[in-house]
């Protein structure tokens, strides 16, 4: 049952602040779930290795190619330009 409420689900493309001042991407479609998860060490290898603070962007997206195509871009981003797009929005979900 949960993989069909997953496919259903809306997915949100997210940046987390790190512990040690670096950006994360990436996508989920239970943002809360997938926080914690990094928070728990089980995330991805990169937030393992740096540590997890806070989430500070989340889009919502209308489906899985939408958002990984969103995290390309926010990925190809230079860390300025992420700044200015953190600073520029709230968390849109």
Do not use: Q, W
Request: net charge positive; proline share 1%.
């Amino acid at each position: 049952m949960n993989d069909i409420k997953e496919k259903n689900a809306p997915y949100v493309v997210y940046i987390l602040e790190c512990s040690d001042g670096t950006f994360y991407t990436g996508i989920t479609t239970d943002l809360g779930r997938r926080f914690a998860e990094h928070k728990d060490g089980v995330g991805s290898r990169y937030t393992r290795a740096h540590g997890v603070r806070k989430v500070v962007y989340a889009e919502r997206c209308v489906d899985r190619s939408d958002a990984s195509k969103r995290e390309a871009a926010i990925k190809s981003l230079s860390r300025k330009e992420k700044e200015a797009l953190i600073a520029s929005t709230a968390l849109i979900l």
